[in-house]
């Protein structure tokens, strides 16, 4: 069963998050993320808030991404850069099954 991640951000309105969704994507696929969707929550109660879903294809497969992700420079600087512009408000990590 799939493993979904899904985080949602305080990010600035007036700023692009598109670039740095585009960043973290890549890192997340070369450590064995099958895909990521991201997008600015448009109504209710997190309207403007950024809202993130990245796709590993099995428990083990999410574990070894985890490993070599916090090991990763460029993984720990796109941490380092991220938090200085947002701020976490859920993670959500799903077993996800397709019907």
């Known amino acids: 069963m799939a493993i979904i991640v899904v985080n949602r951000v305080k990010y600035d309105a007036s700023a692009d ?3 740095r969704m ?3 994507a890549a890192i997340a696929k070369r450590h064995g993320a099958v895909s990521m969707r ?3 929550c448009i109504a209710g109660p997190y ?3 950024v809202v ?3 796709t590993f294809p099995d428990g083990a497969g999410f574990g070894r991404a ?3 992700m916090l090991a990763d420079p460029e993984y720990q600087r796109f941490v380092a850069e991220v938090v200085k ?3 976490l ?3 959500w990590i799903i077993v996800g099954e397709e019907f």
């Open 22 to 24: 585009r960043e973290i």
């Open 66 to 68: 985890l490993d070599s």
């Open 17 to 19: 998050h598109r670039p």
């Open 47 to 49: 309207t403007g808030q």
């Open 89 to 91: 408000q859920d993670r």
């Open 38 to 40: 991201a997008g600015r």
């Open 85 to 87: 512009d947002s701020e």
């Open 52 to 54: 993130s879903a990245i």
